[in-house]
Every structure is written in C-alpha cells, then in structure tokens.
C-alpha cells in the first residue's frame, strides 16, 4: 500500500521569501507523483507532476519538485513566493501502470503575508 | 459550461433526510471519482468510475450510494448520513487510461452539513 507524508500542515512566509513544502511517500512499486493546489472554496488544480526522465520538474507560475528516489522525497519550492499562492498544496501518488487511483497526504496550508 | 461542475454548492441535512449530489463534466473524460475532504485528514477517495463501470470502492458505508447513468455524470445519493459525514465532497475527472500518469480535474465541491 502506498502513503505520503506531509510533515508540515502550515507553512507562513513572507513576501518574496523561499519556501519549500515538503512529502515524503512510500511504496513497494514504482510511482507517478503529483502536487495539486487548492485555492479558497475551490476544487485542486495540478501543480506539476513527475512521470519519467527529468528528475526535476517545474510549474508555469514558478514553482518546481525534484523527485529523489532514494530519499523517497518529492520536495516542492519556489525562490520566491507572491501574496496570490497563498493555498493549500497536496502531494499525491498514485502506481506506474497501475489503476487510476491516487493516494493524497494530509495537505500544506501555505500562507503569504505581505 | 467548462470542466467539472458540482451542485449544489452546499447543503444541509438532517439525518433522515435523503438528498443527492450531481457532478457533470464537460471535457470527454472516461473516468469520474468522488472523494471526501475533511479538515485534518487526507483526501480519501470514494467510488472510481470508468466508462460507467464502478471499478472502486473503497469501504464507503451504504448509506453513501453513487451512480453514473453515463460518462459525463455522476451522482451521490445520501441517505440516513450521520454528522461525522459532513465534509467537503469532491468529483474529479480524467481521461482514465494511463494507468495512473493522468491529470485529475476537479470541480469544486459540495459542502455538506449533516445535522
């Protein structure tokens, strides 16, 4: 069985600051993994996602994850964070060549503050 | 219309009321999920659907019934809810046949109160 971890639930930063949300999973097979944001009284919206090739991979709006395999990590930041990302951010899993189904940790509440 | 819509936007309910939440979505997807979002927990996934088809389950009690009369929509049926059900409900969708490398697209929820 898969699980992801976010060990932090809130995150507040200022401003222009650096910010990193971290997840950590575990499985015995080999993954697809995703961060998905969520803004007030909406649904999530993909983030970005690692499927293969690049370790890293970026958003249009400036944030990027590197999955590190033997760390099991799937770490999210962005070098500069504005008043409008301000959301909460889910990491999620889900099995290569497996069903459909993805498995989401707890959530981060990122907070910007002017 | 666009995407994922979700109706109604909140509802509250008694215990022995019963009530249904629709989900439609407009982008040609094969696959629709319903998921549960309370505060402090994890998404958990409900029912998957693919081409109509139930193919998750995931150890909903009955009171919580879905149905996917076609592709495009789906539907929650409740009935009896207790007030530990009162949540946020979450229909996605995706085109369903990546084994698992698709995006999901979700609407923006029914926020349920059960009194």
């Known amino acids: 069985a898969q699980s992801v971890t976010q060990l932090d639930s809130q995150v507040p930063v200022f401003e222009e600051a650096p910010v990193e949300l971290r997840c950590n999973y575990s499985s015995s097979v080999s993954v697809y993994l995703f961060w998905y944001v969520q803004y007030p009284n909406q649904g999530l919206q993909l983030l970005l996602k690692?499927?293969?090739?690049?370790?890293l991979v970026e958003s249009i709006n400036g944030f990027e994850a590197e999955f590190n395999k033997s760390q099991t990590s799937f770490h999210l930041r962005k070098p500069s964070v504005h008043i409008s990302d301000t959301a909460e951010y889910f990491c999620a899993v889900s099995d290569k060549g497996g069903s459909e189904k993805l498995v989401f940790g707890k959530g981060t509440k990122l907070t910007v503050n002017p | 219309e666009t995407g994922v819509t979700q109706t109604p936007r909140h509802l509250v309910m008694g215990m022995t009321n019963k009530k249904s939440l629709k989900c439609e979505q407009h982008?040609?997807?094969?696959?629709m999920y319903w998921y549960k979002q309370s505060a402090k927990k994890p998404l958990e996934l409900m029912f998957v659907y693919s081409l109509e088809e139930r193919v998750e389950n995931n150890s909903v009690p009955s009171r919580f019934s879905p149905e996917c009369p076609n592709s495009s929509h789906l539907f929650l049926h409740l009935h009896t809810l207790q007030p530990e059900d009162s949540a946020l409900y979450l229909c996605a969708s995706s085109q369903g046949q990546s084994g698992g490398a698709d995006e999901q697209f979700f609407g923006p929820g029914t926020r349920l109160t059960v009194l």
């Open positions: 982008l040609g997807h094969n696959a």
């Open positions: 690692y499927l293969s090739g690049s370790t």
